[in-house]
């Protein structure tokens, strides 16, 4: 830029500050690149931004890692300041199988949690109370031997089942699941059963694997009953996908009551009344059914109809003529015209679903996750519903299709592999729950409230229950009892709800402070990915030698996996209780194991990654290291079709359906004159009909059908509505983000969505109080009248409402000041002090905080409802709406957990009632359950039939 | 090379992750964006939509940020991106008038102006825009528009573009695939101070400071044009509703433009940048300047002034114009900076011009009094006449400056500079009145006249067809939105009650009244002029 002749004479008399300008030398690289070549990553000159148009060089050690901030485990590339030795930022890694190096606002959003100036960075044990929120800092070698001499006892005193590791978001593949075994402990819980349980166990029942692996990309018609453009994993990847197949012509239709980002892109969007999803998929299939859509050769070949006739129809012959006849008769009452009454849909858009469906013949994707199938009781049936349309479709692990997600994601070899745990847990599955998929985590408050066990050493890992589950009081009522909780260990890169109630607080790295393996079913094909201490490895590659990843991360800042090596190494000091020698090198005997060790045995037995590794002069772990990922397969279609190898069918027997046995268990399937592996199901077929179900009790449910939901009946009629608490936005991480400026900055309240309808029966206005009723209790929230959801059902996103009491610390972008009260047992009063402020901090943002509501945390007004199958927490709850009354302010919540615990024993009868133990048996033998135990424990009693 | 941005709403999923990746890459205080993505909703349950719609620097190939820029801190670069240099920002916040598309902001760590600039610092070493990679749906897609084989102009070539507000004529290089109408047009959809997932109840950027000092007091009306944290926000008060007063005065004007939709997401307010100073100094000025320009008028009209007469003005002149300077530079967020108007000019930005017709003025009314003192007669005159043409200029230029600022409809009007010569002579003779020392009635019939000019100037500018919405809506919320009472005071009386004190020819005590209404006439008038134009959302 030419300046005028003034500004040159004046900076040359010094009357202004000479301003450097040199031009930047001209770039000749057209057209402009995305990421920097691998071989610039120990080097990479960049000009720094904010000196920019000053030309200043900023030099980068760039690291791939990947994100930790949902469990889609999408690749970053960390950029690591050479003069700071600090992670300037996180771009996208473009060597990343799954998100091919784009990222959703998480993703650089990492560098917010990095560096959070509230972040916790050495551990600390509370000096007062449980709960009381006075700490005090200790060395990880005190806590260590506290913890583990805890564990010990329990171990010793043969309490296996009183030591649990509850995680939020695992971010690893069998890790944990691994270091419990070693322990010998049933000690695995999750958040699945406020999450996925309903969808799982519907997809477990047709095929064994819990998850859909849909093949957007290449899909001609695409169904969701999640809103995959925006939240879920693997949002970021299959969000590509699913526009990179809608750029490609294929249609989109999206099932949810809301208008989410997702149905708003949709061909086609069914705003169903919630709980009806099933009766609108089953008009879709019979649909198909009737205009004869259906790929016959499919059904015929790889589908149960065999024992379904034998089931239902036993009177008649088994054909498949006889089946295709039932099956019709089967639906004949799921018209378009009764899925729209039930659904408040159009007749019209039911036909115009199911055409769109019926021309998509086998490239037809769909998804359920969460909603529906979270959402209501019998919501597992969704998934079975859906499901029903991709076998009827033909488009069952085919291209375009939906793979059952076992084909999608790496199973890692591991170094050792300890026996089943000897004891099995019934506070995770307990016995009425024969199905749940999986842990009955959203009433273990209830459970141990009614008298069926304790916890002796509790560890919540990346898990705030007191926040993200229902009863939130329920869950602080039983930390605060140390007869029931007598040690909570928070592992955590953040304060949470729940931390506040530990007794250790345990600071945890975040995605680029800890080491990790992720594989997850994005599309079709299989990769593994290495989430990795970035300073660590820039440590290593400039050769200063790291015992620890700690020592790299800031404060003192440890990572799980080298938590668990040195807290099992402590609890079995001298290898007595048989810990210890599953944590030995299996490359330096008798010494223990490194974290490097554990990741580099796994890289070395991964198929295809040596010899890669080895075509660019590098072991395995050297190529993981500099890569972050690998492509271990490309395309996985139609595995079912796999044939058996002779080797395989050795010794085997073929059943007059097909099913090829050996040793008692089912190995394939015959189809035509072709030995093939099938599905890993008891029939090796699809299961339409599960015999499962029905030995398990519910031979009603057996086969895809629709079941009302709790919410049924619930009408905009005397106030009285549905609420949606599960919607979420794009922007957060569950309940970890309130740690990111800029995450909190785009969305920090939650208003009551109301249609404009409702608001004006109500006279409700945007903005105005509203009080929401529960089962258990009352919320107060602002109101924000749209035309985006249904008449009749209001909504609640479930992100916001973050809070911290006054002793409390952590969080502020997000937390509300709140005073919790307890007048009378079980009734608990929360009431905001104040909104979120501004405040001082080593952030000078801090003091620019522009908003204050940070919403209402309306989880904790929530009854538990587990689904008496699938054990999932049925989120929809029936709510009445009301003006407050005087004196009642925004955020405050009312709660009696006395209530509570009668709606659990309501709920929970109802699987008690139920009740069927085939044989003994606690649970099918052949579905998944984390840390399974061993055989033995799986019959009730002593009622093994070996035994 | 023409670099350029097709943003392709047949993709976008409205992740915010642009927003995020901008943040991180340019470390971007909190509350302020170079780009982020608007929701707009539109249609009645089930037939609803929601539409994502990225905004940003439009890299304009004629930029008005560019033009108005005093000190050339905001100036195109030869490969088309318009860049700026933070290190020759004023904060004088021009530029957020120009700019049409509401895509600069204060900066509040460097208090400096700021807007996206392309990743000019990666675009020179060869790599996209950090918004361009992280996108999961490659929505945005950066590219050279001058190249016929890049996939921008592929896209470009193929498909139906928009571009915001092309009437401006600011050739925007941001093109928008199935843009929406409701979102790329600021009034569609209407701004609210708190949306669905979000809300604000403090000022950002250049009102940041104002959190940052004293964040407990938060009900200053700084940030939000006439908010209402006061009531809204928080502490249990149950809300109104959560359309500000202002939002409201706007809609109530506005009704009869049908809302095309409900804007649901977006970025927060940056509220009105241009407060009483702006008006202040335009009033000072036209102190200066019309004192100057009625010595001189005065003379010609074969009154001529005494020596004492005429030192008391130029005196009054200098004290103003020093009153004008010092508010310039109280109105800068960075006022050290003040002296790079003068000698960092951008010869093209009207700020630069009057800056130096201002000095120049300064200068010659010093050497005129000076001329005086010493009985220099002969150079008194040709100073004077000097100084003259000076003041001309000075008391008009701002409409000039105005007009430049491209974002504000109303300020494009033909009348400003004839409104502002206008203001200047009515001070002058308010001011002559007061200096005179004699009886004169000519003065007060020359004030009744000028201030009956000055009515109609108004009348004309308020009521007369206007040439955009924006502009005419302006003129809509001066009478009847939150400002409406300055409009009113201004017009009653700073205009009709002193006319009707002179028609009345009442003593000399009660004409002063009229001159010193008069005065405070101008002030309240410029400061409708200048604060309610800035209530129209530019995006």
């Known amino acids: 830029m030419k300046t005028s002749w003034i500004e040159r004479w004046s900076e040359k008399l010094g009357l202004l500050p000479k301003l450097d300008r040199t031009p930047a030398p001209r770039q000749v690289a057209e057209p402009l690149a995305g990421y920097p070549p691998p071989e610039h990553w120990d080097d990479f000159v960049e ?159 047709w095929h064994k694997s819990d998850r859909p692996s849909p093949d957007h990309a290449h899909a001609e018609v695409i169904l969701l009953l999640s809103s995959h453009l925006e939240t879920g994993h693997y949002f970021n990847p299959h969000a590509q996908r699913i526009l990179e197949g809608m750029m490609q012509g294929a249609q989109l239709i999206v099932m949810d009551p809301r208008l989410s980002n997702t149905a708003s892109l949709a061909d086609l969007w069914l705003p169903t009344y919630p709980g009806t999803e099933a009766a609108v998929l089953l008009a879709i299939a019979r649909l198909l059914l009737e205009e004869d859509r259906v790929d016959w050769d499919f059904v015929r070949d790889w589908v149960n109809w065999d024992e379904y006739l034998k089931a239902c129809h036993p009177e008649r012959p088994v054909t498949f003529e006889e089946f295709q006849a039932q099956v019709q008769s089967e639906y004949s009452q799921f018209t378009p015209q009764f899925a729209a009454r039930e659904s408040g849909v159009q007749v019209e858009q039911v036909r115009r679903a199911a055409r769109m469906i019926g021309r998509a013949g086998s490239r037809f994707a769909c998804h359920v996750w969460r909603s529906a199938s979270i959402g209501n009781l019998g919501g597992w049936q969704v998934a079975r519903c859906l499901h029903w349309l991709s076998v009827l479709t033909g488009s069952v692990g085919t291209e375009g299709g939906t793979s059952p997600s076992s084909w999608n994601k790496f199973h890692p070899q591991l170094f050792d592999v300890p026996p089943d745990p000897p004891v099995w847990n019934e506070l995770h599955f307990p016995p009425e729950y024969t199905l749940c998929h999986y842990e009955m985590s959203p009433i273990l408050p209830h459970l141990i409230k009614d008298g069926r066990g304790s916890l002796d050493v509790y560890f919540t890992r990346v898990f705030n229950p007191v926040w993200t589950f229902p009863d939130g009081f329920s869950w602080i009522e039983m930390l605060l009892d140390e007869e029931k909780v007598g040690c909570h260990i928070a592992l955590t890169p953040t304060w949470n709800e729940t931390a506040y109630f530990a007794d250790y607080v345990l600071p945890m790295g975040h995605a ?111 190529y993981m290291r500099k890569y972050g990922a690998f492509e271990v397969e490309h395309r996985t279609y139609r595995r079912h079709t796999d044939r058996l190898s002779t080797q395989q069918l050795k010794g085997s027997q073929t059943l007059p359906n097909g099913t090829i046995v050996r040793d008692g268990e089912p190995i394939g399937l015959q189809v035509g004159n072709q030995p093939c592996v099938g599905f890993p199901t008891p029939s090796r077929k699809q299961e339409f009909y599960s015999s499962t179900l029905a030995r398990f009790g519910y031979p009603e449910h057996a086969i895809p059908g629709y079941i009302h939901s709790h919410i049924d009946g619930s009408s905009g009629e005397a106030g009285e509505y549905v609420l949606l608490p599960t919607f979420r936005l794009p922007v957060h991480i569950h309940s970890r983000s309130a740690n990111s400026k800029w995450l909190s900055e785009i969305a920090h309240r939650n208003p009551v969505w109301i249609n404009r309808l409702d608001a004006a029966r109500l006279g409700l206005r945007t903005g105005q109080l509203v009080k929401i009723e529960t089962e258990i209790g009352w919320f107060i929230d602002k109101v924000w009248v749209t035309e985006a959801i249904r008449p009749g059902v209001i909504a609640c996103s479930h992100h916001l409402g973050r809070w911290r009491r006054a002793q409390d610390a952590g969080n502020r972008w997000l937390t509300s000041s709140v005073q919790i009260s307890n007048p009378q047992p079980g009734i608990w009063k929360m009431e905001q002090v104040s909104g979120v402020d501004a405040f001082e901090s080593s952030d000078p943002d801090s003091r620019r905080i522009f908003w204050r509501e940070g919403g209402v945390h309306q989880n904790l007004t929530h009854a538990v409802h587990p689904d008496p199958i699938s054990g999932a927490h049925c989120w929809l709850q029936r709510v009445r709406l009301s003006h407050p009354a005087p004196g009642e302010k925004y955020g405050d919540i009312v709660v009696d957990t006395n209530r509570s615990f009668q709606v659990f024993k309501q709920w929970n009868e109802w699987a008690r009632r139920r009740e069927t133990h085939p044989g003994g048996l606690r649970r099918p033998r052949w579905l998944n359950r984390p840390l399974a135990p061993r055989e033995s424990l799986w019959w009730l009693g002593k009622r093994h039939p070996r035994t | 090379m023409n670099y350029g941005f097709v943003i392709d709403n047949r993709k976008c999923i409205g992740c915010h992750a642009c927003t995020v990746a901008c943040k991180s890459e340019h470390e971007i205080p909190l509350g302020v964006n170079r780009t982020h993505v608007k929701y707009v909703e539109k249609g009645i349950f089930p037939q609803t ?76 070493r060869g790599y996209e825009p950090a918004c361009v990679i992280v996108c999961p749906v490659q929505a945005i897609v950066s590219g050279d528009l001058h190249d016929p084989g890049a996939r921008i102009s592929t896209l470009l070539a193929g498909q139906d573009v928009s571009v915001r507000k092309p009437e401006k004529g600011t ?292 009521w007369t067809p206007h040439n955009s919405e924006d502009a005419a809506r302006a003129a809509r919320l001066m009478r009847q939105g939150p400002d409406r009472h300055f409009w009113r005071a201004g017009l009653w009386l700073g205009s009709v009650f002193p006319i009707g004190l002179i028609l009345l020819q009442p003593p000399a005590l009660m004409l002063g009244l009229a001159g010193v209404l008069a005065l405070a006439g101008i002030f309240l008038t410029e400061y409708v002029w200048v604060r309610t134009p800035q209530r129209i959302p530019l995006a």
Request: net charge neutral.
């Open chain 2, 49 to 124: 939509r929601r539409s994502f719609t990225v905004t940003r620097c439009n890299h304009c190939e004629d930029a008005p940020c560019v033009e108005i820029c005093p000190t050339s801190a905001l100036f195109t670069r030869r490969d088309g991106i318009v860049d700026f240099d933070s290190e020759r920002c004023i904060a004088c916040r021009s530029c957020m008038q120009a700019c049409p598309y509401d895509a600069l902001y204060i900066d509040p760590e460097t208090r400096t102006a700021a807007k996206c600039n392309y990743c000019a610092h990666r675009v020179q």
């Open chain 1, 512 to 622: 680029s402070e800890r080491h990790d393996l992720n594989s997850y079913e994005t599309h079709s094909g299989t990769w593994i990915a290495f989430r990795q201490p970035v300073l660590r490895e820039k440590a290593r590659r400039e050769g200063r030698s790291v015992r620890f990843t700690w020592e790299t991360n800031p404060g003192e800042v440890w990572e799980e996996d080298e938590f668990w090596i040195e807290l099992s190494w402590q609890i079995d000091p001298d290898g007595a209780l048989g810990i210890r020698q599953h944590f030995l090198s299996p490359y330096r005997p008798q010494s223990k194991i490194t974290v490097q060790e554990y990741y580099q045995f796994i890289f070395e037995n991964t198929p295809g990654l040596p010899e890669e590794s080895a075509k660019e002069g590098l072991t395995p772990l050297e």
């Open chain 2, 171 to 462: 050739r925007p290089n941001v093109f928008y695939i199935d843009g929406d109408r409701a979102a790329l047009e600021p009034a569609a959809a209407s701004p609210h101070d708190s949306y669905f997932a979000s809300e604000q109840s403090g000022g950002v950027g250049h009102f940041a400071r104002w959190i940052e000092q004293k964040r407990t007091e938060m009900a200053e009306p700084l940030f939000l044009p006439d908010d209402t944290s006061s009531q809204s926000g928080w502490g249990g008060v149950t809300l109104a509703g959560s359309i500000s007063l202002s939002q409201r005065a706007v809609d109530a004007v506005g009704r009869e433009l049908a809302q095309e939709g409900q804007r649901v997401y977006d970025a927060p307010g940056k509220g009105i940048l241009w407060g009483w100073q702006v008006p202040a100094y335009i009033w000072t000025k036209a102190v200066a300047t019309g004192s100057v320009l009625m010595l001189v008028l005065q003379g010609r009209l074969g009154d001529q002034p005494t020596p004492a007469e005429t030192a008391a003005l130029l005196g009054i002149s200098l004290l103003f114009l020093a009153l004008t300077g010092l508010l310039l530079i109280a109105d800068l967020d960075r006022p050290e900076r003040f002296p790079y108007v003068l000698l960092r000019p951008n010869w093209r930005s009207w700020l630069v011009r009057g800056a130096y017709v201002i000095t120049g003025l300064g200068l010659l009314s010093s050497l005129a009094l000076l001329a005086l003192w010493q009985g220099w007669e002969p150079l008194l005159t040709p100073l004077l006449a000097a100084a003259w043409l000076l003041a001309l200029v000075g008391a008009t230029y701002t409409a000039f400056l105005f007009a430049q600022a491209k974002g504000r409809d109303f300020w494009q009007s033909p009348l400003s500079p004839l409104r502002m010569l206008n203001h200047a002579l009515i001070a002058g003779t308010a001011v002559m009145m007061a200096v005179r020392t004699e009886e004169s009635t000519g003065l007060a019939g020359l004030l009744g006249v000028l201030l009956g000019a000055n009515l109609a100037i108004l009348l004309l500018e308020v």
């Open chain 1, 47 to 205: 000009w720094d931004a904010k000196a920019w148009p000053r030309l200043q060089e900023r030099h980068y050690t760039i690291v791939p890692t990947t994100c930790f901030n949902c469990e889609s485990g999408c690749g970053l590339l960390a950029y690591i300041d050479k003069e700071t030795n600090r992670v300037r930022k996180f771009e996208g890694n473009p060597h990343h199988p799954g998100s091919r190096g784009r990222n959703c606002a998480k993703g650089p959003a990492t560098i917010n949690q990095i560096n959070d100036p509230e972040r916790i960075l050495h551990p600390l044990k509370r000096s007062g109370l449980r709960g009381e929120g006075r700490w005090e800092r200790v060395g990880w070698d005190q806590a260590l031997e506290e913890i583990a001499s805890r564990i010990r006892e329990s171990l010793r005193a043969n309490r296996r089942d009183k030591v649990v590791y509850h995680v939020g978001r695992p971010g690893h593949e069998g890790y944990a699941e691994r270091v419990l075994k070693a322990w010998g402990v049933d000690g695995h819980n999750s958040h699945t059963n406020i999450c996925s349980a309903g969808a799982r166990i519907g997809y477990s029942l």
